[in-house]
């Protein structure tokens, strides 16, 4: 769910539910028994998918079980015991599989809104230098936007996620500090 939910968006939820379950369910203890009347309380589970809270779907598919079972006892009589209980049963069915994947699918929902904001944060913690950077050719201090200058390993570390360890190159060993070049020509760190 891309925006986020108020009380009143889940009221409103609830409400439409719960009229749609008592609209079905008139319908159904007028229509005989042979006539399957508890399979339309698929469309309360399905209505549910609108809020993100699991609760209501669960609460729902309760209710559409419990009156799927009053609609068997309150039903004008009809049709035969057998297929009058086996379409009773193919309801409590389909409403309590409806609700299963109802279920499913708000959790997949749930971990891809927590994915997405995982990769926004991400993103929001990525410092990507870009452009053109003003540096000087003489002393490598870079000017920033504003104007001023400071040390090129300041200007990284403050700009993105970047850190410095000094060291030195064989050239400049030999160059500063011929004392201390190494026979094998590696690099020599400072300390």
């Known amino acids: 769910m891309d925006i986020k939910e108020t009380k009143g ?5 609830y409400f439409v ?4 379950a008592i609209i079905i369910f008139i319908i159904d203890l007028e229509l005989p028994l042979g006539v399957a009347g508890g399979v339309p309380y ?54 309590w599989i409806t609700a299963i994947l109802t279920l499913q699918r708000k959790e997949i929902e749930k971990n891809r809104e927590k ?9 929001a913690k990525i410092k990507i230098l870009q452009g053109i950077i003003p ?26 996620e970047a850190d410095f360890s000094h060291s030195m190159c064989p050239d400049c060993v030999k160059e500063h500090y011929p004392e201390l070049e190494c026979s094998t020509g590696k690099t020599v760190s400072a300390k």
């Open 135 to 160: 540096i000087c050719a003489g002393c490598k201090n870079i000017r920033d936007d504003k104007g001023a200058w400071s040390q090129m390993e300041l200007y990284v570390r403050e700009n993105s």
């Open 17 to 20: 539910s719960a009229l749609l």
């Open 42 to 95: 698929v469309m309360v589970l399905l209505f549910t998918l609108w809020s993100s809270k699991k609760s209501i779907t669960i609460h729902f598919a309760i209710i559409c079980s419990v009156l799927t079972i009053i609609g068997f006892y309150f039903s004008p009589s009809g049709g035969e015991e057998w297929k009058v209980l086996t379409n009773r049963i193919l309801a409590l069915f389909a409403i």
């Open 9 to 13: 968006d889940n009221a409103k939820i």
């Open 115 to 123: 994915y997405f904001l995982e990769k926004e944060e991400a993103f």
